[in-house]
């Protein structure tokens, strides 16, 4: 049982250019998020989707770009990352109820902005 | 903006202490999720609570959500060195917008 799993786990980049980072969930839940933890700021929803096709902006969306092409994967780009975008990001999911129900996450990209 | 605060940032406590964090939220929360996440892990799924006034126990943690639904307490008796971690509250608002509290961060001396 995978679960949901993240790729890659840590990743160092440099300011301006382009990153993707990878989620995927065996479970065949309907909803994804995308989170990035600060510290002193908790965790922050960046983007949400409700199935494929299917995506909505979250508290901090700037910056970001999310796709969902496939219900089983929901990757999140930084088109152009710069320093403030250092974070941690999980992913997670949800089998149904959307804002309401438990969410499960993934084990978290550490990524770095030099 | 919506603000999800919890108090106290950091509590240190002897094993066997009670602890207790408090959740405070700027706006009416549809309902309340509680995560726990330990140091370098990820968050996991504790209760949610959905009604005013409603209280969950799941052993020696206590839920309570506050009248209002804007507010919520989550108290562990007798800690233990496992309890060690950061508590989060969570929930939606009513606009499809979801907000984490800023998290207490609980520490048990042996």
């Known amino acids: 049982d995978a679960g949901i799993t993240q790729s890659p786990r840590y990743k160092i980049t440099e300011t301006g250019r382009q990153v993707t980072l990878m989620c995927h969930q065996t479970?065949?839940?309907?909803?994804m998020f995308w989170y990035r933890q600060d510290l002193g700021h908790g965790l922050r929803l960046i983007y949400y989707s409700a199935a494929a096709d299917i995506t909505d902006k979250g508290e901090v969306p700037d910056g970001y770009v999310v796709s969902r092409s496939k219900t089983e994967n929901f990757p999140l780009t930084l088109e152009s990352a710069t320093r403030s975008q250092t974070s941690v990001y999980f992913c997670?999911?949800?089998?149904?109820?959307?804002?309401?129900?438990?969410?499960?996450f993934g084990p978290g990209t550490r990524l770095t902005v030099l | 903006g919506q603000q999800v605060m919890q108090i106290p940032q950091y509590q240190h406590v002897q094993e066997g202490e009670d602890f207790t964090t408090y959740c405070n939220s700027s706006t009416t929360l549809s309902n309340i999720q509680w995560y726990k996440q330990r140091p370098g892990g990820h968050p996991v799924f504790l209760i949610q609570l959905v009604k005013s006034g409603e209280v969950k126990k799941q052993k020696r943690l206590t839920f309570q959500f506050g009248e209002a639904k804007k507010n919520s307490s989550l108290h562990i008796t007798a800690t233990q060195t496992t309890d060690v971690g950061t508590y989060f509250c969570a929930g939606p608002d009513t606009g499809n917008q979801f907000y984490f509290g800023t998290g207490t961060s609980l520490t048990v001396i042996p």
């Open positions: 479970w065949s839940h309907s909803y």
């Open positions: 997670a999911s949800s089998l149904r109820g959307g804002l309401s129900n438990e969410q499960f």
